[in-house]
């Protein structure tokens, strides 16, 4: 009998020997890691974490909504009406009628000819990359993009042309050079980038696309539900929805549930209902999601200027509330009229990965709650301590968290200043 031939590798051997693994055990150790922390009530400004009332400045749920007693009516009846899942895709016996109300509200509100609704947003942008670049086609991408947008690139086989962060004289070499590639191109870019909480310069984006034959698609997943008059997101807010070829949007920041969607010209969105594997063979949303986004899309379209107004008056105050610390912010970019185009999220510059992992947990230990984002969620040295807003923080809220940061960065003399 011969000896059975082993693999030269061990594909475990990564998860044992990867380049971070040294990092993640000393942080463990010390009680360091900034993630998977337990959230132990509903998520609002003020949370329980871990058994301390915590100001929760570290959230999506821009406009508050996952408390409204409307939106939580929405999930209960869904819940009642459809029971805890449908076990199936959307294809074969997964849609309700639910799931048709929301694509129709959803295509009215960005006004398009019509809309899908995903399981997951991370699967709306998977999904629609996926299926409709082809390994001929090129996608240019804002290095800054969602890993779900880099993820469907990839998926699909098409070229990809990154340009960096926010610079338009990059994209537009992208732009020549993918006129070479042969086949279809398609730019992708976020409205409001979700770690450095500024926007994309849309109307230089559309100028080129429209100078290079190129589709354009935006991710509005921090947009949708914030910028905008209706709250449509950042095509609305520039005037430019007629230019955007695609949008996507999710229901897990703003619209207070969990799924995605995206929205668009009639026989692309079929198409995707028919072609795109992530629809075809996801299980559909559990009922009580899509009652809740349904239900806090109406009172988006019903209630969103006020909501809008107090949500971007928070990030307005908190930011220059930093600024008044002495600490860098990241600046969220101006409107065409150089009125600043404010968003929800409000990230401070630290640098070293280390150093805002240490701010983080002294923030922590005090009260505060921030994400941090650090290699590879952003460049190498440019970690950043991500806050973001709710249009239910109060100035309350907001002053006892900016009188904490202020005791608690008396120990970090080096952090970047302003």
């Not at 570290?58 to 939580?72: H, I």
């Not at 909480?197 to 080129?208: H, K, S, T, W, Y």
């Not at 986004?293 to 930011?319: D, K, Q, T, W």
């Not at 510059?349 to 994400?371: P, R, S």
């Amino acid at each position: 009998m011969s000896e059975t031939a082993k693999a030269p590798v061990d594909v475990f051997e990564k998860a044992r020997s990867h380049d971070r693994l040294e990092q993640l055990e000393a942080a463990k150790e010390h009680d360091l890691l900034p993630y998977f922390r337990l959230l132990t009530s509903q998520a609002g400004p003020v949370v329980e974490m871990e058994g301390r009332e915590t100001i929760m400045l570290g959230s999506n749920n821009y406009l508050g909504l996952t408390g409204d007693e409307r939106v939580k009516a929405g999930a209960r009846e869904a819940l009642e009406t459809y029971g805890t899942g449908v076990t199936g895709s959307r294809l074969l016996n997964g849609t309700t009628p639910l799931h048709l109300e929301l694509e129709r509200e959803l295509a009215e509100w960005m006004e398009t000819e019509d809309a899908i609704v995903f399981t997951t947003g991370y699967q709306a942008n998977a999904g629609a990359l996926g299926t409709i670049l082809g390994p001929g086609d090129t996608v240019i991408c804002d290095s800054g993009d969602h890993a779900s947008i880099l993820d469907g690139c990839r998926l699909a086989g098409a070229k990809l042309r990154p340009f960096r962060h926010n610079r338009m004289e990059k994209l537009e070499k992208m732009l020549g050079r993918a006129a070479e590639d042969g086949g279809g191109v398609l730019v992708v870019v976020d409205g409001v980038f979700s770690m450095e909480g500024d926007v994309c310069d849309l109307p230089r984006i559309v100028e080129l696309c429209q100078a290079y034959g190129a589709r354009l698609m935006l991710d509005e997943a921090h947009g949708a539900g914030v910028l905008g008059a209706r709250g449509a997101g950042a095509a609305e807010l520039f005037g430019l929805e007629d230019a955007v070829d695609l949008r996507m949007g999710t229901f897990s920041k703003s619209l207070a549930s969990c799924g995605g969607f995206v929205a668009g010209p009639a026989d692309v969105v079929e198409y995707l209902r028919i072609s795109s594997r992530a629809f075809i063979f996801s299980a559909s949303a559990v009922p009580a999601a899509v009652g809740a986004a349904l239900a806090a899309l109406r009172v988006i379209r019903s209630e969103g200027p006020e909501l809008f107004a107090r949500l971007l008056a928070n990030a307005e105050y908190l930011r220059e509330g930093l600024r008044d610390l002495g600490l860098r912010v990241v600046e969220p970019g101006t409107l065409p009229d150089g009125s600043v185009a404010t968003t929800p999220v409000v990230p401070v510059v630290v640098g070293d990965d280390w150093q805002a992992v240490l701010l983080w947990k002294a923030l922590f230990e005090a009260g505060i709650y921030t994400n941090v984002a650090i290699h590879p969620a952003v460049p190498p040295g440019g970690a950043l301590l991500r806050t973001s807003l709710m249009a239910t923080h109060d100035r309350e809220h907001l002053d006892g968290a900016l009188g904490t940061i202020a005791r608690v960065i008396a120990d970090f003399p080096d952090l970047p200043r302003a």
